[in-house]
């Protein structure tokens, strides 16, 4: 079995009608096989230097043509160019080309093309993950909610985090990391720590507070309410004009509506702002609960419009 090596420039004639000449090769003599090789100018000469240095050989210019002794991979016997493959192919099989200048250029244009569809196929772009900064990243609930990120909350796209927190709570953000790393899911794309809560923010699809002010602390109320409000007001500082108006920021916890409104007082647009509460939630589940006549414990996966919820 003959089996040759076609390699050219994907814009050359003389490949096209070396090309077309095996072509007519194979069809009509069955132990005759070929494999081709279509490259651009620039990535032509770098093949031919190397595979020239390789295996001795001496040739300049497009087509390169050699047979193979061995499947892909093995030594080659030089053949020449497509006057060299012209030749061999009279001598050996009788078999004379009656290619014309006019189908040799054709097909090298459409060669050109085709190289240049099959080199834009396979250039793959980079991944765009959903970005989700969590300000409060070391606070135990953080801790529980990372997990529940993964296995298709975002229909399968890569997820990239940025962890928040003060600057002695940075080695607990790093044992977080190496956790979510040894955890090898698919999902996950990348981590990035800091304690500068702008950059933080920084082009975030989602940023989530999880502010840790722990109530139990406070013997007054309106300590705990400066507090907050002052937590609020950096927060609110640093994500203006830092987010776009697609983001999403979305604040957990009792004292979730007081965040909201503190954000909206200090400029943040609204329309970024969702409130997760617990009082609403069980609401909610009240409401659903007595119009399905069961218990509360007893709810599962209902569906009901704000409407259908407000009519009771």
């Not at 909610?145 to 940025?162: D, H, Q, R, Y």
């Not at 955890?183 to 502010?211: F, H, R």
């Amino acid at each position: 079995m003959a089996k040759y090596v076609l390699c050219g420039q994907a814009q050359c004639d003389e490949y096209a009608k070396a090309e077309l000449l095996a072509d007519d090769l194979s069809m009509n003599l069955p132990d005759f096989k070929v494999h081709k090789i279509v490259l651009s100018n620039d990535d032509y000469d770098i093949w031919l230097k190397d595979i020239c240095e390789r295996n001795g050989w001496t040739h300049s210019k497009s087509p390169l043509i050699y047979r193979e002794l061995v499947d892909r991979g093995g030594r080659g016997l030089y053949l020449g160019d497509f006057k060299s493959l012209e030749e061999m192919a009279n001598h050996w099989y009788g078999f004379k080309s009656k290619l014309d200048s006019s189908t040799a250029e054709a097909v090298a244009k459409e060669n050109l093309e085709r190289y240049a569809a099959n080199k834009k196929d396979n250039i793959k772009e980079p991944p765009i993950p959903v970005k989700i900064c969590i300000l409060g990243a070391a606070s135990p609930l953080a801790y529980q909610l990372i997990p529940m990120f993964f296995g298709g909350c975002f229909g399968g796209k890569l997820i990239s985090f940025t962890f928040y927190d003060t600057e002695d709570k940075l080695s607990i953000l790093k044992g977080i990391e190496m956790e979510l790393e040894d955890m090898a899911v698919d999902d996950y794309y990348s981590v990035t720590i800091t304690n500068n809560m702008t950059s933080s923010v920084s082009d975030a699809d989602y940023v989530i507070i999880l502010e840790d002010i722990p109530a139990t602390e406070y013997t007054e109320c309106f300590s705990l309410l400066r507090d907050v409000n002052d937590f609020y007001k950096s927060v609110a500082d640093a994500i203006r004009g830092a987010i776009s108006d697609k983001t999403k920021i979305i604040i957990n916890g009792y004292k979730a509506c007081i965040g909201a409104l503190l954000l909206k007082h200090y400029d943040v647009t609204n329309e970024n702002i969702t409130t997760v509460t617990g009082l609403d939630e069980q609401r909610v589940r009240s409401k659903l609960a007595k119009q399905l006549a069961v218990m509360i414990q007893e709810e599962r996966n209902f569906n009901y419009t704000q409407r259908e919820l407000q009519s009771e």
